[in-house]
């Protein structure tokens, strides 16, 4: 997937990995590396502000974690997350399910 | 290369990374130490993968991304949405309106202690002629007046107050309106506090240039004509003065918080 395709969606990926719990931030590229099955290759860097991001828009809120030795930020979703998730979801699988229907008008 | 010569890598990438940032420094902080504890992870899982340590370091960081890149990302990042500054300016409007309408008000409040104090001609007796149907439109609705001139002189000063207090009570409810939508205009405090200047100094700027001309304008009229309406303008004035006192004090208060080490990334409302 090209890096710009996912960056429009970058919000959406980042809320659905933090809805199974907290993570920190390494955690969370892994998890979404590993969830897409390697097809999102995005600047690993580049999450951490989109992180950020979320977290001013009341989206995830976040703390410092002193355990194992190394201080990380962890994020959680907040529940006005988990409505932004829902309402996301929902507007990608509309969009997704329309691009569907016409391609499947196209011959391969 | 550090000083003493030996290669680390990540730490010449924090380096690198800290000159590209353009963040408040809390900001700044924040990334920096959740970059080193990232690379550390991940040049760590390498390593325990076969690959040695400086090259572990090399791939960590071109995982990660160039320096210029996470700079961009995160400045981007911070950008206001299209929607955020949409409700900024909404803000700023209701506030500079509501501002303009108070001082209007003020200057409504500034004629009734005129008329109180000196009569009406102070404020209502304006040097000039009216054609046959606006005296008779005076003279109806000013029914104890000898003259037109003193029915427009009765008239004026009347206006002068109900009208312009009345604008004051639609500057109050459009300021209560900012207030209401300041909820909606949330930002990090540096950008509330360049708004608020922006918004202060702006209405400061008109309220001096009103100032101005209408204290010219009395004076003006004094000069000319002797005191007969003067009040007229020069209530307006001393209001807009007024004005651009209290509103320059508020955009100096504001501006203060953009000195750099009061930048911050605090969620601040209006």
Same mark, same amino acid.
């Given at each position: 997937?090209?890096?710009? =395709? ?20 390494? &955690? ?5 590396? !590993?969830?897409?099955?390697? &097809?999102? !290759? ?43 998730? &829902?309402? =996301? ?20 | ?26 900001? %700044? ?13 991940? @040049? ?11 090259? +572990? ?58 008329? #109180? ?14 054609? @046959? ?12 007046? %000898? ?64 100032? +101005? ?52 990334? %605090?969620?601040? %409302? #209006?």
């Amino acid at each position: 997937m090209k890096t710009g =395709q996912l960056k429009g969606n970058l919000d959406l990926v980042l809320l659905a990995v933090l809805s199974g719990g907290p993570l920190h931030g390494y &955690a969370v590229i892994a998890g979404l590396r !590993d969830r897409s099955e390697g &097809a999102f !290759d995005l600047p690993e860097g580049t999450v951490y502000p989109a992180l950020h991001k979320l977290e001013r828009d009341g989206l995830v809120r976040s703390s410092w974690d002193d355990s194992g030795g190394r201080r990380r930020r962890t994020y959680e979703i907040t529940p006005r997350g988990e409505r932004a998730l &829902a309402c =996301q979801r929902e507007q990608w699988l509309t969009f997704v399910h329309g691009v569907n229907s016409v391609l499947a008008a196209v011959t391969p | 290369m550090n000083p003493a010569g030996s290669h680390e890598p990540i730490e010449d990438y924090l380096d690198d990374l800290l000159g590209c940032l353009n963040l408040p420094p809390r900001e %700044t902080r924040r990334l920096l130490a959740e970059t080193e504890a990232h690379l550390r992870e991940s @040049a760590e899982a390498l390593l325990r993968a076969g690959i040695a340590p400086v090259e +572990a370091e090399v791939e960590a960081i071109r995982r990660f991304g160039s320096a210029r890149e996470v700079a961009a990302a995160a400045g981007a990042a911070r950008r206001p949405s299209v929607v955020a500054l949409l409700a900024q300016g909404l803000w700023g409007v209701l506030t500079l309106a509501g501002l303009g309408l108070i001082a209007v008000g003020v200057s409504g409040g500034l004629a009734a202690l005129f008329n #109180a104090v000196s009569g009406p001609g102070f404020v209502g007796a304006l040097p000039q002629t009216y054609p @046959a149907p606006t005296c008779a439109y005076y003279l109806s609705i000013q029914p104890g007046a %000898t003259s037109c001139a003193q029915a427009a002189m009765w008239e004026n000063s009347h206006d002068a107050v109900a009208l312009r207090l009345l604008a004051g009570l639609a500057g109050a409810a459009l300021i209560a309106a900012a207030w209401a939508w300041r909820h909606f205009a949330r930002g990090d405090l540096s950008s509330i506090a360049l708004r608020d200047g922006a918004v202060g100094a702006t209405a400061a700027i008109a309220f001096a240039v009103a100032a +101005a001309l209408l204290v010219g304008l009395s004076a003006d009229l004094a000069v000319q004509h002797g005191s007969g309406g003067v009040g007229f303008y020069l209530t307006g004035g001393l209001a807009s003065a007024l004005g651009a006192v209290t509103c320059a004090l508020w955009a100096h208060r504001r501006l203060r918080h953009l000195r750099p080490w009061r930048l911050g990334g %605090t969620p601040a %409302t #209006a």
